[in-house]
């Protein structure tokens, strides 16, 4: 899947706090992303660098999915507002 194919999807970003099973410590879930590990990872990468933190991301047998160390939902927003991705779940 290329990256023009990408943008031609029809797809939402689904975003989520989750604290469960981390310790107490706060993660920022970026969730039902296309699945291209290439894409994915450059997506977390250039999250990362924005946030100034650590996270990872983890791909399925069908989606993409990212996690951001902390609250971080306003910086992934703001990145997702100017590549002009659709997201739901702030």
Do not use: Y
């Amino acid at each position: 899947m290329s990256l023009a194919t990408i943008a031609e999807l029809k797809w939402t970003a689904v975003f989520r706090i989750e604290k469960a099973a981390r310790g107490g410590k706060t993660v920022t879930v970026i969730d039902q992303l296309p699945r291209n590990e290439n894409w994915v990872k450059d997506l977390c990468k250039e999250l990362k660098s924005k946030c100034g933190t650590g996270g990872t991301f983890v791909m399925s047998h069908d989606k993409g999915l990212i996690e951001i160390q902390g609250d971080k939902r306003a910086e992934a927003k703001a990145l997702f507002e100017k590549k002009g991705f659709k997201f739901k779940g702030m």
